[in-house]
């Protein structure tokens, strides 16, 4: 079955630095997504990425479609103590009358003020 | 209105109770998802409802019964779980085929099974 490589596993950063997490996959997937949960809480969409290439911005945060359609990266620039938490790439694909989400294992990141 | 709602909140049963796990979304979505997540683990496909029809079961055991009243609501039916079933359920929702097809997730059911 499809399967997503997600690096680095966990990060710990001084708030204000920047922070950058990717996703592999060894398929191709026509949908990136970005979530991010809180313990105890659902996961959160952040970004979607429709394009090969395409690069999104939501506000501190910025996605990139790779050009293969397999792989993505998610950066978080100027961290603050909110950004904790962990987040998923997940990649979609069609399937019969719905869309399919394949996750990566996430990345936890921990913010030191 | 992009919000997905689940019901309880937490729920802790017995290994012979029978017990029953609600979502609801008014978003107009036609597909709508059962995941279930253990800890520090990424969320797992249960189920799919696609157009109110169960579109896909990903070998999940028959004590988990899901339930499509309508296009607003997805209900999770537990009957004789084990404790390996305690974790973090999760409804998600989407467009079936055209317009947007992100999925939104609800804020989850804790369940411990004792």
């Known amino acids: 079955g499809q399967q997503l490589n997600q690096s680095p596993q966990s990060m710990f950063i001084q708030e204000g630095e920047d922070v950058s997490m990717n996703c592999t996959s060894s398929?191709?997937?026509?949908?990136w997504l970005w979530y991010k949960q809180d313990p105890g809480e659902g996961p959160v969409l952040l970004i979607a990425l429709y394009k090969a290439g395409e690069l999104t911005s939501n506000g501190r945060l910025t996605a990139q479609f790779g050009i293969t359609r397999k792989d993505s990266f998610l950066n978080i620039s100027a961290s603050i103590p909110s950004d904790v938490g962990i987040y998923f790439c997940a990649g979609l694909s069609r399937g019969a009358g719905s869309y399919q989400l394949t996750f990566g294992k996430g990345t936890k990141l921990s913010v030191i003020p | 209105d992009t919000e997905v709602t689940q019901t309880p909140k937490h729920l802790v049963m017995g290994m012979t109770n029978k017990k029953s796990l609600k979502c609801e979304q008014h978003m107009g979505h036609r597909a709508m998802y059962w995941y279930k997540q253990k800890a520090k683990k990424p969320p797992e496909l249960m189920f799919v409802y696609s157009y109110e029809k169960l579109s896909i079961n990903e070998s999940v055991p028959s004590r988990f019964s899901p339930e499509c009243p309508n296009s607003s609501l997805l209900n999770l039916h537990l009957h004789a779980l084990q404790p390996e079933d305690s974790a973090l359920y999760l409804c998600a929702s989407s467009q079936a085929w055209e317009g947007g097809i992100e999925q939104f997730f609800g804020p989850g059911t804790r369940l411990t099974v004792l």
């Open positions: 398929s191709i997937f026509n949908t």
